[in-house]
Every structure is written in structure tokens, then in C-alpha cells.
């Protein structure tokens, strides 16, 4: 199995990634089997991102919500 697949950078990294995914997809210079790899790891990609901004999200609401104890809520961090 390729570790490349499995491995996830933070955030800024992963975007970077990304970056040059979308510009390597773009250049078309690439096969169709590197090209649907290419893709494969940019959806992963992404999707790993969308979960760092949606915990990122939570956290700010919960910071930003009144500081009231009747509404307080515990932070479930997902990993």
C-alpha cells in the first residue's frame, strides 16, 4: 500500500499539497493512471481539511458563545 495515501499534514501543508496537485492535474503532462492518483489524493486531501476547519469551527463557536454556565458546553474533540 502507498503511505503516501495515508499520511495527512496539518493544514497548511495539505493546502499546499493541494496546490500542487491542481497544478500538476492542470498541466496535463500526466498519465491518466497518475492523474486519477493525483485525484484520489486531492479528494483525501480535501476532505481532511474540511474536518480540520469543521473542529476549528466548533471551537470558535464555543469561545465566542455567551458566558453563560447554563449553556456551556464540553468540547468532544474527533479524531
Known amino acids: ?3 503516501k495515501t495515508t499520511d495527512l499534514p496539518d493544514f497548511e501543508k ?5 496546490e500542487s496537485l ?7 503532462e500526466l498519465s491518466l493512471d497518475q492523474s486519477l ?5 486531492g ?6 481539511c474540511q474536518g480540520v ?4 469551527q466548533q ?3 464555543q469561545l465566542i458563545e455567551p458566558d453563560d454556565e447554563s449553556s456551556a458546553a464540553p468540547f468532544e ?3
Open 22 to 28: 491542481v497544478e500538476q492535474l492542470e498541466s496535463g
Open 77 to 79: 474533540r474527533e479524531d
Open 53 to 56: 476547519l469543521e473542529q476549528a
Open 37 to 41: 492518483l493525483q485525484f484520489k489524493r
Open 59 to 61: 471551537v470558535v463557536e
Open 14 to 18: 495539505a493546502l499546499e499539497e493541494l
Open 43 to 48: 479528494v483525501e486531501l480535501t476532505r481532511h
Open 1 to 3: 500500500m502507498d503511505t
